[in-house]
């Protein structure tokens, strides 16, 4: 009973709650936009081959990304052994819609190899910006109809994104001094981190390993995108093309960079989703089941690929964590 007390008290913190309201809370509205009865219907409707090609848009994906990740690692002088490499990639797909969900494999390479958290978390934060150089460079080529904005807002989010890059690269070299200066234990640490990760940063930034991180970037996005396009398709959006099913996702994925991806995926790129595709001339309706169509698809792509190497790696994490880690789920 006292156990159950304490999980329900974990649940119940603000950190854990807030994301999941709001995420109810944007499903919800995005619900009463659109027929869900028909949604519904629909998805039953989904052809096997529909669900085999994204499948293998999911295991192109997670090839691109798990290659990248192995690079970039390299790049800072890890070298990370196979088994524990895919236990810490495979956890960090599966939660990377939470909140911070993307710094999970950052904790178990923590945890299973000793491996700073704040070192590993450079190569984490170069791929996402890779994301953000591909998927603003697309949007500042790519219009969405009616939205004049967001190309000058694409160019001019993707050089303050170059600019961020070059002042903390620049500042790495007086960070040090400011981490001698720290004397509260916690504080120190977390500028320890926060200066490892500064490092991993500097030597990630050399214009071959950012080709190779946008051009990784851009392979596993494309199948992200081609997977969308093709379930869009599956769900009777027979009109819909490459190119505006790519356009749509890529807003939706360029909002959740910026920010919107820290308090909850789930719901936001529903929403964001539905708006772009309705700027397309495409219905609620339509919108709603296209997005909540390949939210189901993709998921359950993703955790059928990614579960069963969780299954068999686990083993790999020491078993103080393990325990630790059941103790606080």
Partial sequence: MLKLL???????????????LLAVALLAFAFSLGNVHQVVARARRLPLRVLALALAAAACY??????????????IDLRIPARPF???FAVGELTVTLPLGMFSQNWVLSASRRVH????SAATVM???????????FLAVVRIPGWRDTRPLAIALLVAVGLLLLGLLLFERHARTLVTRLHGRWARRGAEAGLEMLRGLRKLSTPV?????????????????YAFWVVGRGMDSHQLDYLTAATIYMFSLAVILVGAGLFSQIGTVELLGMLAAHAWG???????ALMLGFRIVWTGSIWLLCLPVVG??????????????????
């Fill in 312 to 329: 068999f790696m686990w083993r790999e994490m020491p078993a103080h964590s393990r325990r630790a880690a059941i103790d606080r789920g």
């Fill in 86 to 88: 895919w236990l810490a």
């Fill in 117 to 120: 958290i704040g070192r590993s």
């Fill in 209 to 225: 390993m950012l080709a190779i991180g946008i051009v990784l970037a851009a392979a596993y996005l494309g199948a992200l995108t």
């Fill in 127 to 137: 791929m996402v910006l890779a994301e953000v150089a591909v998927v603003f460079l």
């Fill in 62 to 75: 997670l090839a691109c990304k798990a290659a990248q990740l192995k690079l970039m690692l390299a790049q």
């Fill in 6 to 20: 304490s999980h329900a008290r974990h649940l119940l913190k603000p950190q854990v709650i807030l994301p999941v």
């Fill in 282 to 288: 495409i219905d609620y309706t339509d919108g709603l």
